[in-house]
């Protein structure tokens, strides 16, 4: 399994309010940690794959997706050289786009411009993935139409972090 996203839910296992989308191998010792850590003390349900079994299909992840009442997409980096990233992020426009799923990017070392115009190599990373997966014309369009979309969304950016207990409810 390419480490993208995100499992283990935090607090309970009623349906996760909260979806975190990331490049695992990047950011799920750094970054991630310190989200978890806030959204615990905060009380926020969360889910993040880190407890998934190797192999375990893409569709239970987009199922806790639609379970989800927000969904967090962090682009850094290495985003884009994940499929389950891509993947989730296309589940999460879908979801989004019905108005059942808020979804807010958060832009970890990136400016939003690098997202949304597939720029430097966040965009070769993006590019080197679709050659790769040509054969799939549908999806790798869905993926183009996601990153390019989803950006227009009022979003963070971090250049840097310091990590808060999260200030909201989604009670």
Partial sequence: MAASSSSGLGKTSK???????????????TFIAD???ALEEANINYFID???QLGTK???L?????????????????????????????KIRECMDKGSLIGIP????????????????FGDNFRKLKRN???????TQNWEEALTS???????????YRFFVCPFSFS
């Fill in 50 to 52: 880190k407890h998934e």
């Fill in 133 to 139: 997966n040509q054969q799939d014309l549908v999806r």
């Fill in 62 to 90: 987009l199922v806790r997706i639609e379970q989800s009442r927000v969904a967090l997409a962090i682009f850094s980096k290495e985003y884009t050289t994940s499929v389950w990233c891509l993947d989730e992020l296309v």
């Fill in 106 to 121: 958060i832009f970890y070392k990136l400016k939003t411009s690098v997202v949304s115009n597939l720029e430097g190599d």
């Fill in 15 to 29: 349906g996760s309010q909260v979806f975190l989308n990331f490049r695992g191998e990047e950011l799920r010792k």
């Fill in 58 to 60: 893409l569709q239970n």
């Fill in 35 to 37: 989200l978890e850590f």
């Fill in 150 to 160: 989803i950006p227009e969304i009022i979003g963070m950016h971090l250049s840097e």
